[in-house]
């Protein structure tokens, strides 16, 4: 349905910051992020789906009320779930990581309860000094991820 009007670019903040170039494929923008995959496959284009912030102004403006934030979410949950014999589109599950989908799962289970978030909180807070210095990609351009010496909670307390 999409008239490639340039509407969805035109109010993408993703695309603003980064230009048509950075997709790599003939389709930018938002509305390319979609394109892209159903015509290539998701073994070249997985990440695409993933270079958008989510906040909805693309399918706000919209003249053919395409749901293009509905539709990137789609198609971010086919690249990475895992594999299957009878894909829906060719390349599901092309992002697929075992250990990335076994760290969101224990991620989800701690923060779940507060008794879980408080108790992961305290030990991140006392043991900070065990953190990994080389963090994958983001310590290439960047100092590493630590937990704060103390939980915010502490200290409001303190300040009683």
């Known amino acids: 349905q ?4 340039g509407a969805c670019m035109n109010h993408c903040p993703v695309y603003t910051r980064i230009g048509g170039h950075a997709y790599g494929t003939t ?3 938002p509305i390319g992020k979609i394109v892209s995959p159903h015509m290539m496959g998701l ?3 997985h990440l695409m789906p993933s270079l958008s912030s989510l906040c909805g102004a693309c399918g ?6 395409i749901p293009i934030p509905e539709l990137l979410i789609r198609l971010r949950g086919e ?3 895992a594999p299957q014999a ?3 589109m060719a390349g599901q599950g ?3 990581d075992r250990l990335v989908s076994f760290a969101w799962r224990a991620w989800a289970r701690v923060y779940a309860s507060p008794l879980g978030y408080r108790t992961f909180s305290w030990l991140a807070s006392r043991f900070r000094a065990l953190t990994p210095t080389r963090q994958a990609g983001w310590t290439a351009a960047r100092l590493p ?3 704060a010496p103390r939980r915010l909670r502490d200290m409001l307390r303190d300040r009683r």
């Open 79 to 81: 690249a990475q779930s």
């Open 60 to 65: 706000e403006v919209c003249p053919v009320k």
């Open 86 to 88: 009878n894909p829906v």
């Open 145 to 147: 991820l630590q937990p």
């Open 43 to 45: 073994q070249q284009t």
């Open 94 to 96: 092309a992002g697929h």
């Open 2 to 5: 999409c008239i490639r009007c």
């Open 27 to 29: 389709y930018p923008g």
